[in-house]
Nanobody
Framework: VQLQASGGGLVQPGGSLKLSCVVS????????MGWYRQAPGKQREFVAD???????NYAESVKGRFIISRDNAKTTVYLQMNSLKPEDTAVYYC?????????WGQGTQVTVSS
């Protein structure tokens, strides 16, 4: 199973970015898919996840600003990030869970700076 994340970049405070993550290499669809992030010098932290049925969870720090979604084929997860702040700067990783097995993407850099 491979996960390919994309969509990161440099954006000004208050701006928006949309991340995408495509899973491939399995005939099955993942159960939960989600996003985590890791800022320099900090531990990786949960951002948001979405179940196969569409139930979503968000970290308090991103509620009301980020929206997670999945495509109809259930193989791509998106993270729409609005009202970005400098503290959102991090490498963003996507993950996909197949039962008790968790797979990770390679990460995409998001930098929020003026």
């Amino acid at each position: 199973v491979q996960l390919q994340a994309s969509g990161g970049g440099l954006v000004q405070p208050g701006g928006s970015l949309k991340l995408s993550c495509v899973v491939s290499g399995s005939a099955f669809r993942p159960n939960d898919m989600g996003w985590y992030r890791q800022a320099p010098g900090k531990q990786r932290e949960f951002v948001a996840d979405i179940s196969y049925g569409g139930r979503t969870n968000y970290a308090e720090s991103v509620k009301g600003r980020f929206i997670i979604s999945r495509d109809n084929a259930k193989t791509t997860v998106y993270l729409q990030m609005n009202s970005l702040k400098p503290e959102d700067t991090a490498v963003y990783y996507c993950d996909a869970q197949y039962g008790n097995i968790e797979y990770w993407g390679q990460g995409t850099q998001v930098t929020v700076s003026s």
